[in-house]
Structures are given as C-alpha cells and as structure tokens.
C-alpha cells in the first residue's frame, strides 16, 4: 500500500513538475551511489592503509552531476518515444524488436558517449582541478569507462525501453545507476588521487 501510495505522488509529481522530480530523483539515487561507493572503499581499504572516511563533498557533487543531467535524459527519452515508437500503432499487441534496437543502439552510440563527457568534465570543474588535470581525466578515464558502459548498460535500457512507461525510466535507469555511479566514482576517486600525488611529487621537486 505504502509502495502504491508513493507511486502515485511521484507520477502526480511528475506530471505537474517533470523536470523537478527528475532532478531531485536523479540527483537522490546519484548521491547514494557514491555513498555505496565510499562505503566499500572505507571496508575494502588494507589494514596498513589509512581509512578515508566519508567526503560530503564528494557526495554533494554527484547530487549536482545527477540533478542537472536527469531532466536532459528525461527528454532524451521522451525523444527515443517519438522517434522510435515500440508500436505502429497503439492498439498493437507485439512491440517491434527492430524499433527497440534503435532505441538502445541510439543511447548507446550517441548519449552514452555525451554523458561521459558531461561525467568527467562536470567532475573537473567542481573539484577545481586545472585544464591540463581535466585533459587527462578525459585520456585515463573515458575509453575505459566507456568500454565498461556497452558492456553493461545494453541489456538494461533494453528492459528499460520495453517494460518501463516512461515516467519510470528515469528513475529507473538511476536505480540500475547506484551500480554504475559506485563504478564511476572509484574511478574518478583513483584518477584523483594519482592526481594529486603527481601534484605533491611536483611540489617536493620545486
């Protein structure tokens, strides 16, 4: 009961304010991802290493990444509907699997790559790292993390696209992100710490 009752305040919600309650969604489920992710890293650190504790900062930004790009997907998504529609018509039964591949063909070769780009330079920016620092965010981070996504992401936006209206896919794409966002927040933490023990070696040479 108290699952359907949430459900229908967030389709009221999304309705009468959707690109609102995409921001606050995206930008909830995107902060618990990295909250995952500094968790396992505070529980997986060796017993000579120091633990990192929690950086509300470094939270509070991937709020922000996740507040400002999920409106955008929301009207990506509402571009693949109109676009590619499942359905000749919407009195036809059987969904057209080719029309499907093209959604998740689309997200794939042409958001996914943008998204990264928007991830990693976002990150940069708020971490007030330099251009050059951000340069090679891009040269360390992108390929991989890229790589990564086809590898995973394929098989969820297609489930996503079939069975989810699309009020829900945004926040279930977000959902299936907590994964995705432990994964990129890792990294990015790792490139930020090769980062700045380049910067500290520099500074002792100096």
Aim: hydrophobic share 45%; proline share 6%.
């Amino acid at each position: 009961m108290a699952t359907l009752t949430i459900a229908r305040a967030y389709q009221h919600a999304f309705h009468t304010h959707p690109n609102y309650t995409l921001a606050v969604t995206g930008g909830t489920l995107n902060a618990l991802g990295d909250i995952v992710a500094q968790i396992s890293q505070n529980v997986l650190v060796k017993d000579h290493e120091p633990r990192p504790g929690w950086d509300p900062v470094r939270t509070l930004r991937f709020f922000c990444l996740g507040s400002g790009m999920s409106p955008l997907l929301g009207r990506w998504n509402l571009f693949l509907e109109r676009r590619f529609p499942l359905r000749a018509w919407t009195s036809q039964p059987r969904v057209c699997f080719r029309a499907l591949s093209k959604r998740v063909a689309a997200d794939q070769l042409i958001m996914a790559p943008i998204g990264l780009v928007m991830f990693i330079g976002s990150m940069g920016v708020m971490e007030r790292r330099s251009l050059k620092q951000i340069h090679e965010k891009y040269t360390d981070m992108f390929a991989p993390a890229l790589l990564t996504n086809w590898k995973v992401w394929p098989i969820a936006q297609m489930i996503n696209f079939r069975y989810m209206p699309l009020p829900y896919r945004i926040p279930f794409q977000s959902a299936c992100g907590v994964f995705w966002t432990l994964y990129l927040s890792i990294l990015n933490a790792r490139e930020d710490e090769r980062q700045d023990r380049e910067a500290a070696l520099q500074g002792t040479v100096r």
